[in-house]
């Protein structure tokens, strides 16, 4: 079975059916051996809050060192999103396998007339694949309800219900009460069951089962929000019976708040975190689409509230900003209460109503209805991509823009942020290898060179796409063989000159094909060329180990004097950057305190403040990063990609460059491996989140120059797939960086010696080809050689991609 056979079964499965209760689940997890007997599990209920809270305590759990699971629900893109470890999906590989292990149970029970659900099959999938990794933890975000819930097939060593409203009356019960009994079966044996409930809903799971209550008063487990640290994080104080702990979250409000202190709770049961770790685990969450800032000029916030209960909650946060004139885009589902999520906002200048791409969406016109009245002005736009476009682009610096009403209109808004158009191998370099310019008149080549590029796009998109491109005399061809529903794989191929024309008469296209348009445009165009040297050759950022056990030269640089001297060496060898760095990340290597990486490094770079080249401090510490730069480092070298929440705010702060690398662990983990499908593609879905959070501080996208991270995480094979693929890098938007230097990814070359030097400039030579920016090596003066030479054939008609500046 292929990927795209098993993606496109688990996405025909019915999504609903009358029969209720954990019997069918039980009966797969029993054909696939009982996965549930292995990891810890558990379960959060609610009606709001659910996700946000099993989001944070993976988060936490994650953060004291444990292998964590973690099964939510909707996705807002690919179901495989839904089923993560350690943060990151399940494998399609692993997807095929479960799905061709589950199907003669599927078959059974379809001959039993007891064919189960979507949402039933996957949740025994993800409790398989937990097994099947071993997991310690995994955390489920309960469907509907609690009782009669596919996850309440396993047996919790902790569970929580977060909030109750009324909700899926049809199913759980006529009044709050009925459904807060409901939602508390998921209580466990072992632990008391955590709830942010209040009032009769309180009351009633209290007569279910015994609780730990959080809340911002009267409350067992205290949990406030004191305040903001900025636009895109609060201040948050949790106190229990006997810890306390102090943090800010991404996650704002007072109800996440409430929910950040349900997480805690959940984790020193599960695995008696301390509070340290607690305040770390909750800073690091990230659980996109809900009150998602993805600017600030204007205020743009993607936020999935679907429910009268949490438009009320957008309403408060909405009271907290400074704006002018108020645009939501609004799309939701026809089974909600419209009007009174609609009357839950404040009043709305203009509502961009529209109807996500989603069966049971609710239409245009129903919406507008609602909407009138409470908006001065109604545009009803067919489409939720081109619904936001129009938002944007009629907000003015002062206003906000919010994108609301379901988590299907979110997912498809967030596209114009985290949609990547890759750019593939291009038939011919040079139009001039084929024929000379001098055989067309006026001098003028005519334009053969073809580029390749692929994407992702709404069905929709695609149509209008392939019409606009084949009118212009490219090409575009779509599947949907393994994609989410609505969504297409395409890929786009033409001369320059028609995508560009292309990319630049998208807005006209509508359905939210400018930021298309945009992406695609980027793709040809390459990132900004005054990043962090002159981008138009390919620089050399020359490696400074002030460290005594740096794999290659430790030890050699580690005094002040010794640093300074081979700084200057390194420039006059054609470094354009010098990177300093005070802490090992090699595999082994043992953390260096704070204050002592301080001492090796800002030394060396206030003694460095005459070089003739940007300074570049490599550390994945926001203090040092911070000292650094007050030293006069002009760059942070973050080979972490930015595992310190407040390294982000320490680079905006400083107007610094960043250099935004992938890894799993830093320092190396030989233990600490990924299944990736396509390491490619993996590494620029996950610089591509790791970039809007830098973006999203403050630091602007021509500032930040990613590297895929050879060798952290990845065995010598994906190393130079990513080595090879570095131009598909280009769809970030962002400069280029390989680091390659000696790296154990050689080890196995035949004839390297123990060196490695000779397949690093054969790396440097094949990277400059594929169009890197930077390079970063220990030898500056062999390294500047290589490119050189092939500038030097660029220059004589050679790939046009190369590039050097020496």
Not at 13 to 31: C, F, I, S, V, Y
Not at 65 to 76: H, I, M, Y
Not at 373 to 392: C, K, L, N, Y
Not at 508 to 533: F, Y
């Amino acid at each position: 079975m292929e990927y795209h056979e098993a993606a496109d079964y688990l996405q025909s499965l019915q999504r609903r059916r009358p029969k209720l209760g954990t019997e069918t689940t039980a009966r797969m997890l029993a054909h696939l051996g009982d996965p549930q007997r292995g990891p810890d599990f558990v379960q959060v209920a609610g009606s709001n809050g659910k996700g946000s809270t099993a989001c944070m305590l993976e988060s936490v759990l994650r953060h004291a060192g444990l292998d964590v699971g973690l099964f939510t629900s909707p996705s807002l893109t690919d179901f495989r999103e839904q089923i993560t470890v350690n943060g990151r999906p399940i494998p399609k590989s692993s997807v095929v396998d479960l799905v061709e292990r589950i199907d003669p149970c599927i078959e059974r029970l379809d001959a039993d007339d007891d064919l189960p659900t979507h949402f039933e099959v996957l949740t025994a999938l993800a409790i398989a694949h937990f097994g099947d990794e071993d997991v310690d933890v995994a955390v489920l975000e309960v469907g509907i309800g609690g009782r009669y819930d596919a996850t309440s097939a396993v047996d919790p060593v902790a569970s929580a219900v977060t909030s109750v409203s009324l909700e899926h009356t049809d199913l759980l019960g006529d009044t709050v009460a009925e459904i807060a009994r409901d939602k508390a079966q998921v209580a466990p044996e072992s632990n008391p069951l955590v709830t942010g409930a209040e009032g009769e809903a309180l009351d009633a799971i209290r007569s279910v089962a015994d609780t730990v209550t959080v809340g911002a008063t009267d409350a067992d487990v205290v949990a406030v929000e004191t305040g903001m640290r900025c636009a895109v994080e609060n201040n948050v104080s949790i106190t229990g019976p006997d810890w306390s702990t102090e943090t800010n979250l991404k996650l704002l409000g007072q109800h996440q708040a409430s929910n950040a202190g349900v997480a805690a709770t959940l984790a020193r049961q599960v695995a008696d975190v301390d509070p340290e770790t607690v305040a770390g685990g909750l800073r690091s969450a990230t659980w996109p689409g809900r009150f998602e800032i993805r600017s600030t000029e204007p205020m743009i916030v993607l936020d999935g509230s679907h429910n009268p209960g949490a438009m009320a909650t957008v309403e408060h946060l909405l009271a907290r900003y400074d704006y002018a004139d108020l645009h939501v885009v609004f799309g939701a589902m026809a089974d909600k209460d419209h009007d009174r999520m609609v009357a839950a906002l404040p009043r709305v200048d203009t509502a961009y109503v529209s109807r996500p791409d989603v069966d049971r969406a609710e239409s245009i016109e129903t919406l507008a209805d609602v909407f009138d009245g409470q908006a001065d002005t109604v545009r009803r736009i067919d489409s939720v991509p081109e619904a936001t476009e129009r938002a944007i682009a009629a907000a003015g610096p002062d206003d906000f823009v919010l994108v609301t009403g379901s988590l299907y209109a979110v997912a498809e808004a967030r596209e114009r942020w985290t949609r990547l158009v890759v750019p593939k191998e291009r038939h011919v370099q040079s139009d001039d290898a084929v024929l000379p310019r001098a055989a067309f008149e006026d001098g003028a080549a005519a334009e053969i060179s073809q580029r390749h590029l692929a994407t992702h796009l709404r069905t929709t998109q695609a149509d209008r796409v392939t019409e606009g491109l084949q009118s212009l005399g490219g090409e575009s061809v779509s599947t949907d063989a393994g994609q989410p529903e609505h969504v297409v794989s395409t890929a786009l191929s033409g001369t320059v000159s028609q995508l560009q024309a292309f990319a630049d008469g998208a807005p006209s296209e509508g359905h939210g094909l400018a930021s298309v348009g945009r992406k695609l445009s980027q793709a040809l165009d390459g990132p900004p060329d005054d990043w962090p040297v002159d981008g138009s050759e390919t620089a050399v950022m020359g490696i400074l180990n002030v460290t005594p056990d740096s794999f290659h030269d430790g030890g050699e640089y580690d005094t002040e004097r010794a640093a300074v001297e081979r700084a200057r060496e390194m420039v006059a060898n054609g470094a354009d950057i010098v990177d300093v760095g005070g802490e090992s990340t090699r595999p082994g290597a043992d953390p260096v305190p704070v204050e002592e990486e301080i001492a090796r490094v800002v030394p060396v770079v206030e003694a460095l403040a005459d070089l003739d080249a940007p300074i570049s401090v490599d550390t994945r510490k926001a203090a040092v990063a911070d000292a650094a730069l007050s030293a006069g480092a002009d760059i942070v070298n973050d080979v972490s990609g930015l595992d310190d929440p407040e390294m982000r705010f320490v680079v905006a702060d400083h107007d610094a460059g960043l250099v935004l690398m992938h890894s799993l662990a830093a320092p190396v983990d030989p233990d600490r491996s990924a299944d990736y499908d396509d390491v490619v593609e993996s590494v620029l879905r996950e610089l591509t989140e790791r970039v809007l959070l830098a973006e999203q501080a403050g630091i602007d996208r021509e500032r930040i120059l990613v590297d895929p991270g050879c060798g952290f995480g990845k065995d010598a094979a994906e190393s130079f797939e990513l080595l090879d693929r570095l131009r598909e890098f280009r769809a970030l938007g962002c400069p280029v960086m390989i680091g390659h230097s000696r790296k154990s990814m050689f080890a196995d070359v035949k004839g390297a010696t123990d060196d490695r030097l000779v397949p690093t400039l054969t790396a440097t030579a094949l990277a400059a080809e594929r169009g890197a920016d930077v390079v970063r090596v220990h030898d500056v003066a062999a390294n500047a050689a290589v490119l050189d030479t092939v500038s030097a054939t660029a220059g004589s008609g050679g790939p046009a991609d190369s590039r050097r500046k020496h």
